[in-house]
């Protein structure tokens, strides 16, 4: 009895520690507002499944910046856009990267670049923004790469034109995998390949898993109590060895001075480097693991992010047959109809481009950022930021703020367009690839996949949505993106270009 008694005592002092904790100032700085949570759980069961709009609601109560907890990690929440800009620019100690224990391809190791910091992180980073810029292996341009795609999901959604088509979601989500593939292992998938379906049932599993059970993800401890995540080793290993196999492929038929693909340009800087000890690709063994977890990272972070956008593009467009029109009565006066949309005719098309800028904004398909981890603690306006704190980007919020947009609900292109509508006007309030010391890395290949898959679907098809049906709602799945629920469309050969 005595000892159960000393346990509620002490959880009943460190609960009343806590909620004195959340409430004081740091050192005569101004102290940020937000609302008080929990003790052990702080503001976690408050946010639940849909944090986006749970952060919205804070931003309006509680301003530009507010705090929140995460079981114990203290987070702010920025959603001013100026504010992010600054916060993610200026200070280099904001651009560290919060790492989730349990989840790692490596146990203990943050490995790749999305979950690392420091010199990895930057060397890493590096290299794979030069590799996306130069891009050009064996007699191909990323460009021809993409396009080779586009023609194959031309040829696939020909076969179906005039059906009802209710998987375009999954369409765009091999035709995406297959374009980054290209690039990163010289390797496509046909979309019954079983390696790539259990790909996707697996990340689909995970996602679901880990959505479901967001305070296992934020209050690391709860891991011990809860029951774990059904077969997450078993997926995690299987996507391990997915990577080390392509490799271990590459490795097998490496040839010096010829690089096919992302992993040769990589294998190649580790011979570079092996008689220099000061390198990080120095050590061969550490070096494919690295590459194995950079191999992980662009899968993740591009596939879903760009295939979604794509989706949710084309299913605004079924519903706003006006705006579809003049996108293609665009893409005909550009291209005549008569050849494939190229990335040097997206400045000729102040209309698509906004059709782009609508739909990620309107999407926000990364709702609530990619969250920043403080490295040190540091001054960051009239406030202090202590180390460890977690950084929010509130992009849905900033995205869908009227006072920003004025209606933000209306699905409206012209919004990026100067009022004679013929020259777009890029908006500083966009970002859907953040800003700053870890803006995507892939933005680039993002928005030429985004441009020539819509320009060249759109040219030669008219899509509407099916009337048997019922109307497909805005509102979004939520998991690690935002995307749209499934949706059945029909599609009519304009027969343009063959
Ligand atoms: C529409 C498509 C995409 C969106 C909306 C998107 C969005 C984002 C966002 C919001 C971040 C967080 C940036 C930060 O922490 O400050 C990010 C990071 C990243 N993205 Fe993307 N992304 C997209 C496509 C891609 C593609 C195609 C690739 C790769 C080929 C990619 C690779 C990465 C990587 C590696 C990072 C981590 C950067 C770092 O931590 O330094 N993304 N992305």
Not at 298 to 310: E, H, V
Not at 387 to 416: C, M, Q, S, V
Request: proline fraction near 5%.
């Amino acid at each position: 009895m005595l000892p159960l008694t000393l346990v509620a005592a002490a959880v009943i002092f460190l609960g009343i520690l806590w909620w004195m904790k959340q409430d004081t100032k740091d050192g005569g700085f101004k102290a940020i507002p937000g609302p008080i949570g929990l003790p052990l759980f702080g503001n976690v069961l408050q946010v639940g499944n849909k944090m986006h709009l749970k952060f919205a609601d804070w931003a309006v109560k509680y301003g530009d910046i507010y705090q929140i907890y995460l079981g114990n990690r203290r987070s702010i929440v920025i959603s001013d856009p100026k504010m992010m800009k600054e916060i993610f620019t200026v200070e280099p100690a904001f651009s560290g990267r919060a790492f989730f224990e349990g989840f790692e391809m490596y146990p203990n190791e943050p490995l790749g670049i999305v979950s690392t910091e420091g010199e990895l992180w930057e060397v890493h980073r590096r290299f794979l923004l030069r590799q996306l810029r130069d891009f050009g292996f064996g007699k191909s341009t990323m460009e021809q790469l993409i396009l080779d795609e586009v023609k194959e999901t031309i040829d696939l959604l020909k076969s179906s034109s005039a059906k009802p088509i209710s998987n375009i979601k999954e369409i765009f989500q091999v035709s995406v995998i297959n374009s980054l593939w290209t690039i990163v292992a010289n390797e496509r998938f046909n979309h019954d390949d079983p390696r790539l379906l259990s790909m996707m049932a697996d990340s689909a599993r995970l996602t679901d898993e880990l959505m479901n059970r967001a305070v296992m993800f934020f209050v690391p401890w709860t891991r011990h109590f809860l029951p774990p995540l059904a077969g997450f080793e078993e997926v995690r290993d299987r996507n391990r060895r997915f990577y080390e196999t392509a490799v271990d492929a590459h490795k097998a038929t490496y040839q010096e001075g010829t690089t096919r693909d992302f992993i040769d340009v990589y294998l190649a800087e580790i011979e570079a480097n092996k008689d220099n000890p000061a390198s990080l690709f120095h050590d061969r063994r550490q070096a494919e693991k690295q590459l194995h977890a950079i191999l992980a990272d662009l899968f993740f972070a591009g596939t879903d992010t760009t295939s979604n956008t794509l989706a949710w593009a084309v299913l605004y467009l079924a519903k706003n047959q006006d705006a579809q029109k003049k996108m293609q009565k665009e893409i005909s006066s550009v291209t005549g109809d008569s050849r494939l949309v190229t990335v040097s005719d997206r400045s000729n098309m102040p209309y698509t481009n906004g059709v782009m800028d609508e739909t990620m904004r309107k999407s926000s398909i990364v709702a609530s950022g990619v969250q920043h981890r403080a490295m040190a603690g540091k001054q960051f306006r009239e406030y202090f930021i202590p180390t460890d704190t977690w950084i929010f980007p509130n992009l849905y919020f900033i995205h869908h703020n009227p006072k920003i947009w004025g209606d933000p609900a209306n699905f409206r292109p012209e919004r990026f367009l100067t009022p004679d509508e013929k020259t777009y006007k890029k908006n500083d309030n966009l970002l859907p690839f953040q800003v700053g010391r870890r803006q995507c890395v892939g933005e680039s290949l993002a928005r030429d996949s985004f441009f020539l898959f819509l320009t060249n679907i759109f040219q030669r098809f008219s899509i509407s949505l099916d009337p048997n049906v019922p109307e497909p709602s805005n509102e979004p799945q939520v998991g690690f993106v935002l995307s749209p629920e499934s949706y059945s469309i029909i599609l009519k050969d304009r027969n343009t270009v063959k």
